[in-house]
């Protein structure tokens, strides 16, 4: 017999454009789209205001700006972003140590254990815990000024699926006996994982509603699904035994940037990458982590893509260092590819860990860095840059 629980599945509205419309006021009720620039940038973000004409995360910045022309373009600001990310999560850490972070805005919490109720049935767990999700919400508003939507219920994918039934500033709680009630009515395409692609065949079929999917039949399904058939089918109707996963590890910290126009001048690339690797190392700070591998991934200008590693002992967090081992990777690449022209360029930091007490003599290098991430986090990352970053 499977325990009940209580998830709660929080998501922060329009986090990053959020963020840069309460640190300027200027932007307040204004559309803003926070991503690349260039021809060739994305959207990282959208307000609520720009989404009014259809604009998207994910979505070609090309795109968004013939959708609303007068939208205000923010680069992101990254380092800002996880510095409130990490006064989210502490409040969610002072509620339950079950706390599953998705990303920066986004983490599923298990608060079974925590409200007193041993013994309880789903019901009753629920209801309790969409207080805990009031008093969530409240605290998010006092220490960030920002909101949060949030969805209550007895699994993950429920709660997942309510989370975004409200937003912005949503509560929705979903009771065990009312899951088919809620899930039902809804488009297939709310179903996460579906995808977009996907989800067309499903309705290709004449399968509009969560509800026809739970229904449907293996002749019908099988033909999409496979032998995930009768998986895609409890999932329609709300049936998710996962637990929370707390503190699962970091696989990689990136930071990679496709150029307005291909570059194949030397110095020109040496400069976004070294632009990256502090971007990256950043993010690496962030988390208090250190890397045992620095990767560089290339893109050509026909879309070929080529990854290039190496180990470096001991794990390190300083920008130094992992940008030297960046600029040799590259500069070997680049010696093997004569007159190559460049998309794309990327720094990955893998094999991750914490991050150990610095070496004795390791100098003024880690009070530079944290005085870096101090400036970018209040004023952005191109309030100060390093002279091997500017071309």
Not at 246 to 252: G, V
Not at 258 to 284: K, M, N, Q, V, Y
């Amino acid at each position: 017999m499977v325990r009940a629980r209580a998830i709660l599945h929080v998501d922060m509205d329009a986090f990053y454009a959020s963020i840069e419309q309460r640190d300027d006021p200027a932007l307040a009720g204004q559309p803003v789209i926070v991503g690349g620039t260039s021809g060739r940038g994305v959207v990282a973000a959208a307000s609520y205001e720009v989404r009014r004409y259809g604009v998207r995360s994910a979505m070609p910045m090309r795109t968004a700006l013939e959708l609303c022309p007068h939208a205000v373009c923010v680069r992101p600001r990254m380092q800002r972003y996880a510095e409130v990310s990490r006064q989210v999560f502490a409040i969610f850490r002072a509620v339950t140590p079950l706390v599953q972070g998705l990303s920066l805005d986004e983490a599923f919490l298990d608060v079974s254990d925590g409200l007193g109720l041993a013994g309880a049935d789903g019901s009753a767990l629920v209801t309790a815990a969409a207080r805990v999700a009031a008093e969530i919400k409240v605290q998010i508003r006092a220490a960030t000024d920002l909101s949060a939507s949030v969805g209550v219920a007895p699994n993950k994918l429920v709660a997942k699926i309510a989370s975004d039934l409200d937003k912005p500033d949503g509560l929705t709680v979903v009771l065990p006996e009312r899951i088919q009630a809620v899930l039902d009515p809804l488009s297939v395409r709310r179903l996460p994982g579906l995808g977009r692609k996907t989800g067309a065949r499903v309705e290709a079929l004449g399968l509009k509603t969560l509800g026809e999917l739970r229904r449907a039949g293996d002749s019908l399904l099988w033909p999409v699904f496979g032998r995930y058939t009768a998986r895609v089918r409890d999932r329609a109707g709300g049936r998710d035994e996962r637990p929370v996963e707390p503190d699962l590890e970091d696989k990689s910290i990136s930071a990679e940037d496709t150029f307005a126009r291909d570059i194949a001048d030397r110095s020109a690339l040496h400069g976004e990458l070294a632009r990256l690797a502090d971007l990256a190392c950043a993010r690496l700070r962030g988390r208090s982590l250190a890397a045992g591998c620095v990767a560089v991934k290339i893109r050509r200008h026909d879309f070929t893509t080529f990854t290039r590693q190496r180990a470096i002992a001991p794990p390190t967090q300083d920008r130094a260092t992992v940008a030297r081992v960046a600029a040799e990777l590259l500069a070997r690449w680049l010696a093997e590819n004569p007159g190559a022209k460049l998309r794309l360029l990327g720094v990955a930091l893998t094999e991750l860990g914490p991050a150990t007490q610095l070496a004795l003599f390791s100098g003024s290098r880690p009070r530079i860095d944290a005085a870096l991430d101090e400036i970018h986090g209040r004023f952005g990352m191109q309030a100060l840059r390093r002279a091997s970053s500017i071309k």
